[in-house]
């Protein structure tokens, strides 16, 4: 006799029983005591229904008897060969794409049961609702001949294998996630949320990388349920792509009881997205049990039936991320080379969740190999991290030049080196002397450096990107703006995100064209412009990182932004002695030079070159020279001058001197 049958022995119980049945029905020589068998395989697996993944997938989707040994009979058939073998002889060359509930009757002997449960299957039904029955007749073909199937994900579940199919990810909790107490507030409700039996959309808004998924993952460990995430900005941007995880998604949750999760809301903003989003709207409204929907924007509307809850997360405090980093570089690499204060680095410069600082570790250990893992390393990763997120918005600009390189007025300098000790000592003076709490804002760091082309406002952002040991990344605005409403502040809050988390220095070249003043409304571009303005001031508002916007027109910017700068440093044009330094500096990099070159001459006809303008005339007064195979002459220089003149627009005397 088969005694109590417990975990997957509950699920073989089930197959034997298949076999018997299938290869009786096939024509098979049945055993004598195939009634006593099947009777006790039957007993057996009754016994067993509180550890039968069937029985408890049946449960928890609610599905009577009938329904359950239907799906118990077409997994057989699609996993085990015995049974694929007899359902062959049984019902043709169709067998390869599934059984039927013909197939079925004739196994089990089942009659209006079977009769009733086909015309479920063929309408609405919690099995094929949640794709764990799958199908691919033509809703044409009678419901007794329909052919079904199940997924491998199906298959694997049941014997007791818990890893999700593609494109779905697992969510975990970290050795040891630190949270804030204003996080454990949210955690407690999210976990009481999370807990209800009604529907229900919790609408999760946070910067990327801050803990949000780590955060449902915390409070689902609480209610010892696992957590199954579809990432929109991980799958291809069309419906069908969609529509295979949302159904992968939906297929998890009932398989094992998983809290559902949709990363990347924002994925479906701008007008050519209508579609998706209505899908993915339908599909959450329509989910009998919470869900959760990750945004990095704040505010975003979603359209679904019932009530949605808003959870406003951040990343964990600089002390809670301090010992973060300590406990996750403890576990991974005990004998790790990094030191109390390299620590308290990582904690104050990385707005980060448990779960990226894990990535950031695991990607430096692999970079190090064998050697000890080191704070340039552990930065190393994260300026990746940084850079992957970025790629096509900016670009990644790599300083060469040297603050000797650098001739601007000593008023400008002072200003640039305050700027610097500002973002320096921002941790002593904000976190330390207990600032942050008066200050009412962000603790970021935005300054705007205006004045005429070519005066050096670029080259300073480099160079302090360099000296604060910075990855610079250029926003390129040809990527960014975009005619589709919401499509740049989508951008944008990518961009703001990573720049905010990675602790890069953000560069908006030729600011004016973003930050453009608001206007009064008259058409629906003015309506768009100003909506842009106003995420933009909103962003900067509790921006965390580091930006500079440069402008050769500050007076067309938006007075909103100019209140919320840290430094606003002016670029004047060089004066005779700059100008003087400017032309000896360039000329002294080691060209080929005449003996008789007048640097004062050059500087007293040509008043109004900047640094650019100079480095400009000198280029092309070498590659001039080269191309004769010659030096650099003093009529070569004058002659690139002028030309930078002239596309400068001005007008020349015959002298040469400006008129």
């Known amino acids: 006799m088969l005694g109590t049958v417990r975990g997957p022995t509950a699920h073989a119980a089930r197959i034997a029983r298949e076999r018997l049945r299938l290869q009786t029905a096939a024509g098979g020589d049945p055993a004598p005591d195939i009634s006593v068998q099947l009777?006790?395989?039957?007993?057996?697996?009754?016994?067993?229904?509180?550890?039968?993944?069937?029985?408890?997938?049946?449960?928890?989707?609610?599905?009577?008897?009938?329904?359950?040994?239907?799906?118990?009979?077409?997994?057989?058939?699609?996993?085990?060969?015995?049974?694929?073998?007899a359902l062959l002889r049984l019902q043709g060359s169709s067998a390869q794409h599934g059984p039927t509930i013909a197939s079925y009757v004739s196994v089990s002997g089942a009659g209006d049961d079977a009769r009733?449960?086909?015309?479920?299957?063929?309408?609405?039904?919690?099995?094929?609702?949640?794709?764990?029955?799958?199908?691919?007749?033509?809703?044409?073909?009678?419901?007794?001949?329909?052919?079904?199937?199940?997924?491998?994900?199906?298959?694997?579940?049941?014997?007791?294998?818990?890893?999700?199919?593609?494109?779905?990810?697992?969510?975990?909790?970290?050795?040891?996630?630190?949270?804030d107490e204003e996080q454990r507030h949210i955690l407690d409700a999210l976990g009481r949320a999370l807990a209800s039996d009604r529907p229900l959309t919790i609408l999760m808004e946070g910067p990327t990388g801050s803990g949000r998924a780590t955060a449902v993952a915390a409070a689902a460990e609480g209610l010892a349920r696992p957590v199954a995430m579809l990432a929109l900005d991980r799958i291809d941007r069309t419906p069908e792509a969609l529509e295979h995880g949302l159904r992968a998604l939906r297929r998890e949750t009932a398989l094992a009881g998983a809290i559902a999760v949709i990363r990347g809301l924002e994925e479906l903003d701008g007008a050519d997205e209508t579609a998706r989003r209505r899908?993915?709207?339908?599909?959450?409204?329509?989910?009998?049990?919470?869900?959760?929907?990750?945004?990095?924007?704040?505010?975003?509307?979603?359209?679904?039936?019932?009530?949605?809850?808003?959870?406003?997360?951040?990343?964990?405090?600089?002390?809670?991320?301090?010992?973060?980093?300590?406990?996750?570089?403890?576990?991974?690499?005990?004998?790790?080379?990094?030191s109390d204060l390299d620590l308290d680095e990582l904690g104050h410069r990385y707005s980060l969740g448990p779960g990226a600082m894990r990535d950031a570790i695991a990607t430096a250990k692999l970079a190090a190999g064998r050697k000890q893992l080191t704070m340039a390393g552990v930065v190393s990763a994260l300026r990746q991290r940084t850079t992957e997120r970025l790629t096509g918005l900016t670009t990644h600009v790599r300083v060469r030049q040297e603050w000797s390189d650098l001739v601007v007025a000593q008023d400008t300098r002072d200003q640039i080196q305050a700027l610097i000790s500002r973002v320096r000592h921002s941790h002593q003076v904000l976190e330390r002397w207990g600032l942050e709490q008066r200050v009412g804002r962000a603790t970021g760091v935005a300054a705007l450096f205006s004045g005429a082309p070519g005066t050096g406002k670029t080259m300073v952002a480099g160079l302090v990107a360099k000296e604060l040991g910075l990855d610079l990344h250029q926003i390129e605005l040809s990527q960014v703006l975009s005619k589709w409403i919401g499509e740049t502040e989508k951008q944008l809050a990518q961009i703001f995100d990573a720049a905010g988390t990675g602790h890069c220095l953000l560069l908006f070249d030729e600011a004016d064209a973003l930050f453009t003043k608001r206007t009064e409304v008259?058409?629906?571009?003015?309506?768009?412009?100003?909506?842009?303005?106003?995420?933009?001031?909103?962003?900067?508002?509790?921006?965390?990182?580091?930006?500079?916007?440069?402008?050769?027109?500050?007076?067309?910017?938006?007075?909103?932004?100019?209140?919320?700068?840290?430094?606003?440093?002016?670029?004047?044009?060089?004066?005779?002695?700059?100008?003087?330094?400017?032309?000896?500096?360039?000329?002294?990099?080691?060209?080929?030079?005449?003996?008789?070159l007048d640097?004062?001459?050059?500087?007293?006809?040509?008043?109004?070159?900047?640094?650019?303008?100079?480095?400009?005339?000198?280029?092309?007064?070498?590659?001039?020279?080269?191309?004769?195979?010659?030096?650099?002459?003093?009529?070569?220089?004058?002659s690139a001058a002028r030309n930078e003149y002239a596309t400068m627009g001005r007008v020349l005397a015959r002298d040469g001197r400006i008129r």
């Open 39 to 85: 009777a006790e395989l039957t007993r057996a697996i009754h016994a067993a229904d509180d550890a039968d993944p069937i029985a408890a997938l049946a449960r928890r989707l609610d599905v009577d008897r009938r329904s359950e040994d239907f799906l118990a009979f077409v997994i057989a058939c699609c996993t085990d060969p015995v049974c694929a073998a």
């Open 116 to 179: 009733e449960l086909a015309l479920e299957l063929a309408t609405t039904h919690p099995l094929v609702e949640t794709s764990i029955l799958e199908t691919r007749s033509d809703p044409g073909v009678t419901p007794v001949l329909r052919l079904w199937s199940v997924s491998p994900r199906v298959a694997r579940q049941l014997t007791g294998d818990t890893a999700v199919a593609e494109p779905l990810q697992t969510v975990t909790v970290p050795e040891l996630a630190l949270f």
């Open 279 to 338: 899908r993915l709207e339908h599909f959450i409204g329509t989910a009998r049990q919470p869900m959760v929907v990750i945004s990095s924007l704040a505010g975003q509307s979603i359209r679904v039936p019932g009530e949605i809850v808003r959870a406003d997360w951040t990343a964990p405090g600089t002390a809670a991320r301090r010992n973060m980093w300590s406990v996750l570089l403890e576990l991974h690499d005990p004998e790790h080379g990094l």
């Open 522 to 596: 008259k058409s629906s571009n003015d309506r768009h412009s100003n909506l842009e303005v106003n995420f933009l001031l909103q962003r900067m508002e509790a921006f965390r990182g580091i930006v500079i916007l440069t402008t050769n027109l500050d007076s067309s910017m938006d007075p909103a932004f100019k209140r919320r700068l840290a430094s606003h440093i002016v670029f004047w044009p060089p004066d005779d002695d700059e100008r003087d330094r400017l032309w000896k500096s360039y000329l002294s990099s080691g060209l080929p030079v005449a003996q008789d």
């Open 599 to 638: 640097i004062d001459k050059l500087v007293r006809n040509y008043p109004d070159l900047s640094g650019a303008h100079i480095r400009n005339a000198v280029l092309n007064a070498a590659f001039a020279a080269a191309t004769r195979g010659g030096i650099v002459t003093q009529a070569a220089l004058e």
